[in-house]
């Protein structure tokens, strides 16, 4: 029992000596917002470039964790590790195509918990990984629209007919057509039915997934014209950790599925500085759907009830590194913006070293529900917003595949090394990677051979074997 726990029993007791029923006290409702690549690229983490106005008003008012990490850098896995409680080891899920249920068939999903025990229990968009949603973790739910289905410009349409049928379409689109045109407007124009058709006798888990800013880059004109060429402003770190294997980069691949993009070699600094653009532009169409989902939760007079999150599934690299999109062990993938909004509870932002499969233990003791029978791998980070420097755990988790290779990443509060491995034989070591983030913050130096770093590599390695096995 957590000191949260603690402090809504005892105002439980206070209500029964007192003659009030405690049993009248609501439950809180939950609005679970999910957005898709996310990095931390938001005013309220220190972004000078985007403009993300409604994000940055919630987390005013709300818990911003500064040091928050996926548990895998790429969509599914991240999903599947948070929305089951469990490590990506445990899930055994690395891919974007394997269904929740076909590894770990049993398991009770953090929505399928909430409706368990009563809640009204709805997703829209991207919550699981679209096409392999899980039905039985809601009364409802609906996972489209897909992020490639609503080009709107003909010029881009058009390249369906004519491009290579293994590659997608344009990677941006800037068309002078209303929010509900693309897929965020879409998914929220679904969530704000779902908002007017809940019962109110009951409470609700509401999963929104928002798509953007993930590729291809689609948003409304007016979203592009809040920027003039916004890359002149960003000081990228362009070279990949002197001392890093080779494989280590993931060399833009998803990227270069779309058209128009070079299959090899650099991406052209035009191209680069449109695609800067367009993830900009993407966040801020992103960030006026959340906008319009908030405005709806306050004249729906139900934000006072309502515990809110918003996450991002993973980080994101934007020529960082010499480098595009996702699928590193690095700080650009691994960290990820995390806001709660608990309406009890008082806001402001720690630097506590903190993991998404956090979230699941921590929306139980949120809302007062019991844990599931079955094994959690986070910890409730509910005691952080009682004192918000204090540390719940010593280190954050990263797991991802690299061809016959398994990478297993370990960050503290001042390293992190990462444990390359065969996949057939997790005792073969094939290479290992250590930062000191106090000597060098941007990640450009492999120090795991240095003597002077034997003892911390040993000790994170023993830390490394201890939690997660390998
Ligand atoms: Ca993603």
């Given at each position: 029992m957590t000191a949260y726990t603690k402090f809504y029993c005892i105002i439980s007791l206070v209500m029964l000596m007192t003659g009030c029923n405690p049993k009248s006290t609501p439950n809180l409702n939950v609005l679970f917002i999910i957005v898709d690549d996310l990095r931390p690229e938001l005013g309220c983490y220190g972004s000078t470039i985007v403009k993300s106005p409604h994000i940055d008003k919630l987390a005013h008012e709300s818990l911003v964790f500064d040091r928050a990490y996926c548990q895998a850098p790429i969509c599914s896995p991240s999903r599947m590790s948070f929305l089951s409680g469990l490590r990506?080891?445990?899930?055994?899920?690395?891919?974007?195509?394997?269904?929740?249920?076909?590894?770990?068939?049993?398991?009770?999903?953090?929505?399928?918990?909430?409706?368990?025990?009563?809640?009204?229990a709805r997703a829209f968009g991207k919550v699981f990984h679209q096409g392999i949603g899980d039905s039985l973790s809601w009364d409802f739910y609906d996972d489209g629209p897909k992020h490639r289905s609503v080009y709107q410009l003909y010029e881009n349409t058009e390249i369906n007919d004519v491009k290579d049928g293994s590659k997608r379409g344009r990677p941006y689109e800037a068309a002078e057509v209303a929010d509900d045109y693309y897929t965020d407007g879409i998914i929220l124009n679904r969530a704000l039915d779902a908002l007017d058709s809940f019962d109110t006798d009951r409470p609700f888990f509401?999963?929104?997934?928002?798509?953007?800013?993930?590729?291809?880059?689609?948003?409304?004109?007016?979203?592009?014209?809040?920027?003039?060429?916004?890359?002149?402003?960003?000081?990228?770190?362009?070279?990949?950790?002197?001392?890093?294997?080779?494989?280590?980069?993931?060399?833009?691949?998803?990227?270069?599925?779309?058209?128009?993009?070079?299959?090899?070699?650099?991406?052209?600094?035009a191209l680069g500085d449109t695609l800067f653009h367009g993830y900009m532009a993407c966040i801020s169409y992103m960030d006026a759907q959340i906008g319009k989902l908030l405005a709806k939760l306050e004249e729906?007079?139900?934000?006072?009830?309502?515990v809110i999150v918003l996450v991002g599934d993973h980080g994101y690299k934007l020529g960082d590194f010499n480098d595009w999109c996702k699928d590193t062990h690095y700080e650009f993938d691994t960290r990820v913006p995390l806001i709660i909004h608990h309406p009890h509870m008082t806001s402001g932002r720690t630097s506590s070293l903190v993991e998404l499969v956090d979230l699941y233990p921590t929306l139980t003791d949120a809302t007062s529900l019991p844990d599931p029978?079955?094994?959690?791998?986070?910890?409730?980070?509910?005691?952080?917003?009682?004192?918000?420097?204090?540390?719940?755990?010593?280190?954050?988790?990263?797991?991802?595949?690299?061809?016959?290779?398994?990478?297993?990443?370990?960050?503290?509060?001042?390293?992190?090394?990462?444990?390359?491995?065969?996949?057939?034989?997790?005792?073969?070591?094939?290479?290992?990677?250590?930062?000191?983030?106090?000597?060098?913050?941007?990640?450009?130096?492999?120090?795991?051979?240095?003597?002077?770093?034997l003892s911390v590599r040993e000790a994170m390695l023993q830390q490394l074997k201890a939690e997660i096995g390998v």
């Amino acid at each position: 029992m957590t000191a949260y726990t603690k402090f809504y029993c005892i105002i439980s007791l206070v209500m029964l000596m007192t003659g009030c029923n405690p049993k009248s006290t609501p439950n809180l409702n939950v609005l679970f917002i999910i957005v898709d690549d996310l990095r931390p690229e938001l005013g309220c983490y220190g972004s000078t470039i985007v403009k993300s106005p409604h994000i940055d008003k919630l987390a005013h008012e709300s818990l911003v964790f500064d040091r928050a990490y996926c548990q895998a850098p790429i969509c599914s896995p991240s999903r599947m590790s948070f929305l089951s409680g469990l490590r990506p080891n445990e899930t055994t899920i690395h891919d974007n195509n394997t269904p929740l249920r076909q590894t770990i068939a049993d398991i009770i999903t953090l929505p399928q918990h909430f409706k368990n025990h009563g809640y009204q229990a709805r997703a829209f968009g991207k919550v699981f990984h679209q096409g392999i949603g899980d039905s039985l973790s809601w009364d409802f739910y609906d996972d489209g629209p897909k992020h490639r289905s609503v080009y709107q410009l003909y010029e881009n349409t058009e390249i369906n007919d004519v491009k290579d049928g293994s590659k997608r379409g344009r990677p941006y689109e800037a068309a002078e057509v209303a929010d509900d045109y693309y897929t965020d407007g879409i998914i929220l124009n679904r969530a704000l039915d779902a908002l007017d058709s809940f019962d109110t006798d009951r409470p609700f888990f509401l999963a929104i997934g928002f798509l953007k800013p993930h590729l291809p880059f689609l948003a409304p004109k007016k979203y592009w014209d809040l920027y003039d060429n916004p890359r002149a402003n960003y000081s990228r770190y362009d070279e990949p950790p002197i001392g890093a294997p080779h494989f280590a980069m993931n060399n833009a691949g998803e990227l270069r599925n779309y058209y128009g993009v070079p299959e090899e070699g650099q991406i052209p600094e035009a191209l680069g500085d449109t695609l800067f653009h367009g993830y900009m532009a993407c966040i801020s169409y992103m960030d006026a759907q959340i906008g319009k989902l908030l405005a709806k939760l306050e004249e729906l007079h139900i934000k006072e009830n309502t515990v809110i999150v918003l996450v991002g599934d993973h980080g994101y690299k934007l020529g960082d590194f010499n480098d595009w999109c996702k699928d590193t062990h690095y700080e650009f993938d691994t960290r990820v913006p995390l806001i709660i909004h608990h309406p009890h509870m008082t806001s402001g932002r720690t630097s506590s070293l903190v993991e998404l499969v956090d979230l699941y233990p921590t929306l139980t003791d949120a809302t007062s529900l019991p844990d599931p029978e079955q094994k959690m791998s986070g910890k409730s980070l509910m005691q952080i917003f009682e004192n918000n420097s204090l540390s719940v755990k010593s280190a954050a988790y990263s797991q991802r595949p690299r061809g016959i290779l398994m990478g297993f990443s370990i960050r503290t509060d001042r390293f992190r090394l990462v444990k390359w491995v065969h996949q057939s034989d997790y005792s073969t070591v094939d290479f290992i990677e250590l930062y000191d983030y106090h000597e060098d913050p941007v990640e450009s130096l492999n120090v795991a051979d240095s003597a002077s770093y034997l003892s911390v590599r040993e000790a994170m390695l023993q830390q490394l074997k201890a939690e997660i096995g390998v």
